[in-house]
Nanobody, 123 residues
Framework: QVQLVESGGGLVQAGGSLRLSCIFR????????MGWFRQAPGKEREFVAT????????EYGDSVKGRFTISRDNARNAVSLQMNSLKPEDTAVYYC????????????????WGQGTQVTVSS
């Protein structure tokens, strides 16, 4: 019913920037709070950012606050993650997700997930 497709990952030097994009394929995109999560090898999935369906409220994980910015374009069924001042510890697979209920920072609150896009930050 709902499909999410991420793009924009790649290799970047520390201090550089990347912009991730997620396209929502399905109905009622404007009714979903959207989020980004990431997972590094051997680690738990970590909350990165979320934006409510109206685009007015955002939340960020402590490790990315001030460096990453989430935004959405409801007319294009898209959500983006601008990542600046990247650090090697940001290296992970990044996932786009659509929330269906529950705490905003909990992965269990998001019912639909993209396939993930790899971000690698070198020293």
């Amino acid at each position: 019913q709902v499909q999410l497709v991420e793009s924009g990952g790649g290799l970047v030097q520390a201090g550089g920037s990347l912009r991730l994009s997620c396209i929502f394929r399905g109905s009622a995109f404007g009714a979903y709070t959207m989020g980004w999560f990431r997972q590094a090898p051997g680690k738990e999935r970590e909350f990165v950012a979320t934006v409510t369906y109206g685009g007015k409220t955002t939340e960020y994980g402590d490790s990315v606050k001030g460096r990453f910015t989430i935004s959405r374009d409801n007319a294009r069924n898209a959500v983006s993650l601008q990542m600046n001042s990247l650090k090697p510890e940001d290296t992970a697979v990044y996932y786009c997700a659509a929330r269906t209920g529950g705490p905003l920072t909990s992965s269990g609150s998001y019912a639909y997930w993209g396939q993930g896009t790899q971000v690698t930050v070198s020293s």
